[in-house]
């Protein structure tokens, strides 16, 4: 009913830009938080970065500064503006948001959603 895609990965030097973008479509009635986390290879998942509805946002440490989160409404949309990025921001990259949608006539229920991912490597 609720689909999350992102797009935006691939292949940068180091000290490069990238922007992801995570389009949520589907029976939507709102979306409240929208959030970007990673995960690299034999790593666990972590928290990026995240925009709320109200549009405050939140930076792990790890990327303050150099990344920036932002949020289109009428699309549904969030963006990761990612620059500066070095080898240790290679990861595939998820997108999360906490989606209130119709479930059938009357019905809605509000729950979170992920994307699949996108790879973002950060090499020379």
């Known amino acids: 009913q609720v689909q999350l895609v992102e797009s935006g990965g691939g292949l940068v030097q180091p000290g490069g830009s990238l922007r992801l973008s995570c389009a949520a479509s589907g029976s939507i009635i709102n979306i409240g938080g929208m959030l970007w986390y990673r995960q690299g290879s034999g790593k666990e998942r972590e928290l990026v970065a995240s925009?709320?509805?109200?549009?405050?946002?939140y930076y792990a440490d790890f990327v303050k500064g150099r990344f920036t989160i932002s949020r289109d409404n009428a699309k549904n949309t969030v963006y990761l503006q990612m620059n500066g990025l070095q080898p240790e921001d290679t990861a595939v990259y998820y997108c999360?948001?906490?989606?209130?949608?119709?479930?059938?006539?009357?019905?809605?229920?509000?729950?979170?959603?992920w994307g699949q991912g996108t790879q973002v490597t950060v090499s020379s």
């Open positions: 925009i709320a509805g109200g549009d405050s946002t």
């Open positions: 999360n948001a906490d989606v209130l949608a119709s479930t059938g006539p009357y019905a809605y229920r509000r729950r979170a959603y």
